[in-house]
């Protein structure tokens, strides 16, 4: 059963609009301006740069979009009444302004008071975190049995964003305040985001809608059952390995995420016949979604590994900077431009203006991916340079999808437009008659 809204008000719109402009003009742009400092200028960057363009990356936009779609697509998986205005409203402004003093909070002396607004942005993500994940949960509590795990899955990942948002709060009272917070670990942070929340989701909606976009066959609910349980144990031990980073077994628990990312690709068999279906009418969707799950192998051998660390085997320098990055910029950020490339024109009744400028997004954004991973060829000064560039190629790429995608919602926003219009004229030619 699906519940359609009884206005044409599009709740998630600003939301995804915040996390296009978010991962544009603070994430994409901050990573650009690190690496060519780091890999090509050969010069140090504040750490407060790197967490910016983490947080405005995880919270900006991986949450804020998984946030926009969810208030439309949830109700229609999980069979339940879409939120109310009131619910919108407050997850909107106290989500939009939490990420925005988030990011101004990692100024530090450039902006006097930084900490405090970063507290400040704290607190509010973490009720507008909370206001989203009571949501869901109201949604599961009355879910219809549909015959697979995608309820559990992203479920779950709104349970691991609340439990990322408490993190962080924790986190920025220790930066403004000292004292033993101080030293909460950042990963604490952004793991149980990535790892729980945005790819808990990913799993979960590739399971029912992935697998139209794929063009794959469903898998059996028993595999669904041990992908579930294997992921959740994953972000699990990684966060373990966050607040125990330097003991002597810490590095073993790599093998978790490795061995969830092989399961996820068990589960999902996104590589069916490799059925690519390029055809010149259509963007590189597809494209871009198997390239993804490329990058998800990439990063399971990469997580693997790290591992090997614990039996004296040293790892490339920046083995844990090219693994992570296939893994958030490759597989989770790529992937969900290329969903986003499906729905939001579906969601909003228009095409995908200038078909070019997406797939040139794409490309980018794939080969920026490819050369992050030059980086595990360090020191090698050809190796540095490639990796460098790679981040402003990836901000050429964000920026090209970026605007794609905000040109179908203007477009849908004239089209909603014209039907409010339509039926006003229409009621008025009734009272009249």
Request: contains cysteine; hydrophobic residues 60%; positive net charge.
């Amino acid at each position: 059963m699906r519940l359609m809204p009884q206005t044409l008000r599009a709740p998630w719109v600003p939301f995804v609009i915040g996390a296009l402009a978010f991962t544009t003009l603070v994430g994409a742009l901050t990573g650009a301006l690190n690496l060519w400092s780091l890999h090509v200028l050969q010069e140090g960057v504040p750490v407060a740069h790197h967490q910016a363009h983490a947080l405005a990356q995880v919270f900006g936009f991986m949450w804020l979009l998984k946030v926009g779609i969810s208030f439309h697509l949830a109700p229609r998986l999980l069979g339940g009444r879409p939120p109310g205005r009131t619910v919108v409203s407050v997850v909107a402004v106290t989500g939009l302004a939490g990420v925005l003093l988030l990011v101004l909070g990692r100024l530090g002396g450039m902006l006097p008071g930084s900490g405090w607004l970063g507290l400040l942005g704290a607190v509010l993500l973490l009720l507008s975190m909370v206001t989203w994940a009571r949501f869901f949960w109201s949604l599961y509590r009355r879910r219809q049995e549909l015959g697979d795990w995608l309820p559990e899955f992203v479920t779950a990942g709104a349970t691991w964003w609340a439990v990322s948002a408490a993190a962080l709060f924790v986190w920025q009272v220790g930066q403004t305040l000292g004292g033993p917070l101080l030293a909460v670990p950042f990963e604490l942070v952004t793991w149980s985001g990535l790892l729980g929340g945005a790819s808990s989701c990913i799993f979960g909606i590739t399971l029912r809608a992935g697998a139209c976009v794929m063009q794959v066959e469903r898998s059996q609910a028993s595999r669904q059952r041990v992908g579930f349980f294997v992921w959740q144990a994953a972000t699990a031990l990684v966060l373990v390995k966050a607040l125990w980073p330097f003991a002597a077994w810490s590095d073993a628990l790599w093998l978790a995420p490795a061995s969830a990312l092989l399961v996820m690709v068990w589960v999902i068999r996104p590589f069916g016949g490799l059925r690519l279906n390029l055809t010149w009418d259509e963007p590189l969707v597809r494209f871009a979604m198997v390239a993804s799950w490329g990058f998800a192998v990439v990063a399971a051998v990469l997580f693997g590994w790290r591992a090997l660390a614990v039996v004296g085997l040293t790892p490339p320098p920046l083995l844990a900077d090219a693994s992570r990055h296939a893994f958030t910029l490759g597989f989770a950020q790529l992937g969900v431009f290329a969903f986003a490339g499906r729905m939001v024109p579906g969601f909003e009744g228009v095409r995908l203006p200038a078909r070019g400028l997406f797939d040139a997004g794409v490309l980018a954004l794939t080969a920026a991916t490819a050369l992050r991973l030059a980086s595990l060829f360090a020191p090698l000064r050809p190796a540095l340079v490639a990796s460098g560039v790679s981040g402003p190629l990836a901000l050429v790429g964000v920026a090209l999808l970026s605007w794609c995608l905000f040109k179908v919602l203007r477009g849908g926003a004239v089209l909603r437009r014209e039907l409010e219009q339509s039926r006003a004229r229409i009621q008025v030619h009734v009272v009249r008659a």
